[in-house]
């Protein structure tokens, strides 16, 4: 019997050899088979040895396109360096900073921007559809393995970067160990299948993105990388044209796929697994898509860059634990503590903690940070303070309460955004929800977009049924839509842009 991977790329080795010829990747305009894509990455990971890449150093990645990006986090693991993959929209000021901050060897990208921007601070550079062009010609000869790296489990293998509101992103540094262990653990919850279709609406600059690559080999399914124009008003059509049968989503995919439900009934026959993170999903999305797919499971999840994931509801878990986000991973565990760290008993709100080996190494050169967010309680594996709120009920289920940023005091109350976001999403006619917390110059803010003929006084008048008055932002807004960012998360700061443009005249006018 063969030995359980040990390295990010021993994850796909394992995968092309027990099903060379089924479809590992594909686009709208090319598939790659798991043996293909196995050749693919050793073919690269030679190339940019002899380019001088080796172990430890670090590769940037910025490009749209997922199928060369996914070649090169293969080749970069077959090398021992550390690869980061940005979105292809970071450049300018953000480019510069992680250039500056990760030290990387070469950067990799289809924008000749990205390319200057290299050149000024010193870094190599190369077009990523050169440099995996003739790695993915299958006429090529035989691929040569590059040498040995002397590589070990512990060892680096990825940088995450991570932003606050206000700091500058950081990186989360994963090791080998750790990302197979979160990988494994994850898989164990979900199950993917060989007969799976896995359609991918977002980028692998978003390590939920990032991560269907190693739960597809994991499972040995095919996995469709979409784009964000596919997420769009076309979702549907694309969901059926790949014969999609898992689709991890964020709310703002979901509630689209409810609405273009809603308005297709009998579509999808296919479709048996929706995921979701990132925020929680309405009671009326929830109810639409199980209405339109009695035979879709959905499995709600819980989870942050440095620990990847958390917690997993068992599928339609929240039908029985509603409000709940979660039962920890296999292998891991879950409390959360008061002010003064210490534990608290289930049922009552606290700091959230995550302890096990899918922890991540820390956050690269922040050793401030590190001492603020990780402990080692047991001597063993740190345990993660989240920085987010919740409780854990007798059975061990999470609720989510908020995250440190979605916390603001007003009127002397103190007010969870999320709280007040999930009861707009139970008003009659509300299809999505944001808060936007205090400023200097204005109150928190409600924005809903819904119905025609959705009222945002109704709304607030609704909204005292279901949680206490002083928790109701004084001020609501009707918007056509919520603004995005790539990873299908609401934008805040866009969206914080919009309302201001909004409110100025009336706040001149006092």
Known sequence: MASSPVLLHELLDRAAKQAPHSVALSTTGARLTYEELDRASVR?????????????????VSAADGLGTAVLVFAVSRLGAVFSVLHEEVRGGPLEHVLRDCEPVLLVSDDPDAGRTAGAHGVAFQHLTDLTRDALDSGQQAPVAPPNSGTIAVDPVCL?????????PKAVVSTHQQVLFAARAIHDSLGYRADDVVFCPLPLSFDYGLYQLYLAALGGAQLHLGTAAEAGPPLLRHLER????VLPGVPSVSDRLAWLLSRSPGALSRLRLLTNTGAALSDSTLSTLRQALPGLRIQVMYGLTECKRAAI???DGDLEHPGSCGYPLPGTAIHVIDDEGRRLPPGETGQIVVRGPHVMAGYWRRPELDAERFHRADGLFPELRTGDYGWVDADGYLYFSGRRDDLYKERGFRISATEVEAVAHRVEGVTSAAVLTPTDRRGAVLVVIGDDGLEPDAVREQMREHIEPFKIPRRCLRANTLPTNGNGKVDRKK??????????????AK
């Open 44 to 60: 690269l990971a030679g190339r940019l040895h002899e380019q001088g890449v080796r172990g430890g150093d670090r590769v940037v």
């Open 160 to 168: 995450i970067y991570t932003s606050g509101t206000t700091a500058l």
């Open 242 to 245: 790949t014969g999609a049968t």
């Open 313 to 315: 509801m068992p599928p």
């Open 495 to 508: 969206l914080a842009a919009w309302v201001e443009s909004a409110i100025t005249p009336t706040l001149s």
